[in-house]
């Protein structure tokens, strides 16, 4: 792949990360709040800063929220922060033993906190989050 603007092959930097609620479920029976967040990833040529890159999140996550000392059977969440992220998985995570260099694998993701809290706001809080995927996997932006 080339630079739209300057026709080189470029280094990529982590461009803007996005991220928003899909839903927010809560189980009253098991206590537990299970919120669906959608994040997309763009990279951005280091030379001239165009977006050509980008990666698409369906992400999951479950917190136990315990029994609530309000009545609320719904809660709400927002994305707080989201940023991007790298890194090299330089050995196999299962044996320990290290890769060849030509066998590394560079993943992308985001991560960052959702805060949610019941329909009156007595019970609210923070949790983290994050996923990745292989830098193979994104797709180019036409
Ligand atoms: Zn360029
Ligand atoms: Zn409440």
Do not use: W
Not at 8 to 36: H, V
Not at 104 to 131: A, L, N
């Amino acid at each position: 792949m080339r630079c739209p603007s300057c026709n080189k092959f470029p280094s990529l930097d982590l461009g803007e990360a996005e991220g928003e609620i899909g839903s927010c479920d809560y189980d009253t029976e098991k206590g537990e709040l299970t919120i669906y967040i959608t994040a997309n990833l763009k990279l951005n040529t280091v030379c001239c800063g165009d977006e050509v890159k980008e990666g698409n999140f369906e992400i999951e996550i479950t917190h136990d929220v315990g029994k609530l000392d309000c009545k609320c059977d719904e809660f709400e969440a927002e994305v707080d922060e989201i940023s991007g992220c790298d890194r090299y998985e330089t050995k196999n995570p299962r044996t320990g033993k290290p890769y060849a260099p030509r066998f590394q694998k560079h993943f992308y993701g985001v991560e960052g906190k959702v805060s949610y809290s019941c329909s009156c706001g007595k019970t609210e809080g923070k949790i983290d989050f994050e996923d990745e995927m292989q830098a193979s996997s994104m797709d180019e932006i036409a």
